[in-house]
């Protein structure tokens, strides 16, 4: 059972979400690191190692930790990778016994890390994308974190609870910390939008007014996928689960509205796929003046900056919908320790610095990233995107199964789309039927 399910973590193929590589900065449609799923193992197998993770660090004290730890992840920008290092090095000077050695991963994340819960021979700390946390806690390839949190009385009550819940396992225990956050928020081009719309209904009324003028192509650039919809999804009252998380709440009343309301904007003209403005996604569409209107996270600024520096533009909120309550959608990554990791204790040393205010600080003011934690300086810029954050709910891995529900939910948009049929009843089928099989453990 074990050698199938790892054979399928290797093999399943998954749309490109948001958060991408990192909840910091993949942009949905032409990510450097694509996001990608991953299906659950056997428990049994794993146990052991998950039984010995779990055992009390009896009188943990982290300044008495010494030794190596493996740190491994993608790495998907310089500026990452210059931020991350900066993170370390601080580490390194408040933990100086414990040796970081970093190991980036380069390729398919889930896919290289396959082999390697296979072996039982994984990095000591390690990144989880909250597309398959959920399969990978029930696998059995993450060590529960419950016993270090209470020994080092580790303050958990600073994370924003839209991230830190994504890495709670159906036992209720903690498998891993967000490192980082980001939430979607409009952002538009200035010379063509004086006063950003505050109200959905306010959204299109603006894209009337700007259709076919100042060379758009389309007035908004929209994804045709659960990375963008779910929030326009959950502003019209609309869900995917119920409030137990138990049953599917797609074909309800508002779920249905919602989703043809999305379908509509692009049956309009008033949306458009960056594909096809012929730009890799919506931040190129922005940056080309292709589209006026676009819905992305703070990976969107160190883009704009390098490529397209001439062309303004500014946040606001997501506008608010039928719902009447300011909502949007997070991403978030973990810092997780592998049930099969050698050196646990130097991996906890490492993670609660990094997941902590101090560590936390460090990395997220390389303005690459969003703070997770509420105790965490917004960096400079990030304001309307940070302030989204005590609102917004999980845009991704909320449950077993999320990137075959997503993927289903987006090939039978795109096929709506192509098709010029414009019907969100097959979209709602497709989608609620991939849920069903999620909930039934199938």
Request: aromatic share 10%; glycine share 10%.
């Amino acid at each position: 059972m074990r050698r199938q399910l790892l054979a399928a973590l290797a093999a399943l193929t998954i749309v490109v979400t948001a958060c991408g590589g990192s909840a910091t900065s993949s942009p949905s449609q032409a990510a450097p690191s694509a996001a990608a799923s991953a299906a659950s193992a056997s428990a049994s197998a794993a146990a052991p190692a998950s039984a010995a993770a779990s055992a009390s660090p009896a009188g943990f004290d982290a300044n008495a930790i010494s030794g190596p730890v493996v740190l491994s992840g993608w790495q998907s920008s310089p500026a990452e990778g210059n931020a991350l290092t900066q993170a370390l090095l601080s580490f390194q000077a408040t933990y100086p016994n414990v040796k970081v050695d970093y190991q980036p991963v380069a390729g398919d994340y889930p896919t290289v890390m396959a082999p390697k819960f296979a072996s039982h021979d994984v990095p000591d700390l390690f990144y989880v994308n909250a597309d398959y946390a959920q399969e990978w806690i029930a696998g059995g390839f993450l060590a529960p974190l419950d016993d270090y949190i209470a020994k080092s009385a580790f303050d958990t009550s600073q994370f924003f609870p839209g991230y830190a819940s994504i890495f709670k396992g159906a036992d209720g225990k903690t498998y891993g910390f967000p490192k980082d956050g980001n939430t979607i928020a409009m952002a538009y081009n200035t010379a063509l939008v004086t006063s950003a719309p505050k109200t959905l209904d306010a959204l299109v009324t603006l894209a009337q007014s700007l259709k076919g003028k100042s060379g758009l192509k389309a007035p908004i650039c929209l994804n045709p996928g659960l990375d963008r919809g779910l929030a326009f999804l959950y502003a019209q009252g609309g869900s995917l689960l119920t409030a137990d998380g138990k049953a599917s709440a797609i074909d309800t009343a508002p779920s249905k509205a919602a989703i043809q309301w999305y379908m509509d904007l692009f049956k309009s003209g008033l949306g458009m796929t960056a594909s096809d403005m012929g730009a890799g996604w919506c931040g190129d569409a922005l940056g080309k003046k292709s589209a006026a209107i676009i819905f992305e996270g703070g990976w969107l600024d160190p883009s704009m900056t390098s490529t397209y520096p001439d062309v303004k533009y500014a946040w606001a909120q997501l506008p608010t919908g039928s719902s009447g309550s300011p909502v949007t959608i997070s991403f978030t990554v973990s810092y997780s320790i592998g049930a099969d990791s050698k050196n646990k204790d130097q991996a906890w040393v490492l993670l609660q610095y990094l997941t902590g205010k101090d560590g936390m600080t460090k990395w997220t003011q390389g303005g690459v990233a969003l703070p997770a934690r509420k105790d965490v300086p917004t960096p400079a810029g990030k304001d309307v995107l940070a302030a989204s954050s005590a609102f917004a709910k999980p845009g991704s891995g909320f449950m077993v199964g999320w990137p075959a529900v997503q993927k289903a939910f987006q090939d039978a948009f795109t096929a709506q789309i192509q098709g010029k049929t414009f019907n969100a009843d097959p979209v709602i089928t497709a989608t609620k039927a991939a849920i069903d099989k999620a909930l039934a453990g199938g």
